[in-house]
């Protein structure tokens, strides 16, 4: 293929990694907007709209499901031009090659699960892993975006590709995680929890699936009140690991810096996000505020997975690094963000 023998700059490739990861949030939002309007079973076929029919007949819910068929359309392109972009990098790396590849699985476990969500008639654990399995295409698709914007290291030593082995050992599993790696490592757990009980909610409200879908025997109140004290425990743990950063900060150690800002970035989406679940508790949720909170809790995944690149400690260094082709571990410019004493055990590990 002719295009395969021009080379893309890092600074393409990087945005092209930018769109992919916004058409992902995009259609996760969108995705809940096919159910919150009730057009889950628009279509009542898949891949086609009707039997023998792939575009929508000119029907309110049909069309838009038909809407959300056609951005996962968009969302595959990205996907592809992300693999074959990282083929065509200057210089190639694959660290890319391999997060882009992982985002391509995705999108087909997508497109697989959807299919069957509509088929199993939106029984809630196919909703609610449909979401789910989202969030790790959102968190690929971060990881991969955050390492596009990496340095490559290699400009420094002259050659095109560089080469770091996943299971180089780092200062920070030898001295072992220090307070603020375990705390960002509970916090990035808990963000988790709280996602898969916000869908337990969902399954169990009058939001899950479509009005006749099956919906979890469970006490509605009950699970939104262990899901937003799920949220309180994650906020005052978030807020912990800001004073924490803060005193290293002070102590100057300045590593500490992009943990701060990462934790305090994550602790605003928190607020935000649960202002706004009080609020559509408050008002019987209506789907606006909904799917504000689906936005909401996108958003705050994805600052929770950047403070797990900034201070998960070994996950940081390890999964995260550069990795061109030819070289040899890079340990200058491309060395990930984040990772000085303060995450590494030298820091807050010993204090004092
Ligand atoms: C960090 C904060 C929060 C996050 C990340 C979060 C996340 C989520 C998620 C992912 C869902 C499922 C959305 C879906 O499947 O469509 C959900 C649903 C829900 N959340 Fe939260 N949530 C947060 C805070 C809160 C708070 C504080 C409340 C207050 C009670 C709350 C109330 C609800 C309710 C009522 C639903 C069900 C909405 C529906 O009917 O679909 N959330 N949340």
Known sequence: MLVLHRRL???SYRRITLVALVLLCFIVVSGALVR???SGLGCSDWPNCEEGELVAPLEYHALVE???RLVTGLVSAAVIL???GSLVRAPRRRDLTRWSLGLVVGVIAQIVLGGIVVLAGLKPPFVMGHFLVSM???????VLHHKASQHDGAGELGTGDVDIDDDDVDIATQAGPSIATRLVRVVFALVVIVLVLGTIVTATGPHGGDETAERFDLPLRTVTRVHAGAVWALVALTIALCIVASRALRRGDRSAESLRRAATRLLVFEAVQGAIGYLQYFTDVPPELVALHVAGATATFIAAVQLLIVGGGSFATSGVGPDVEGIGRSSGPGAPVGVGSVVHGSGLA???
Do not use: K, Q, R, Y
């Open 36 to 38: 919150l309007s009730g």
């Open 66 to 68: 038909f809407v959300n």
């Open 9 to 11: 700059s890092p600074d």
């Open 350 to 352: 010993h204090p004092g």
């Open 82 to 84: 992300a693999v074959l």
């Open 136 to 142: 790790v295409l959102v968190a690929n698709a971060v």
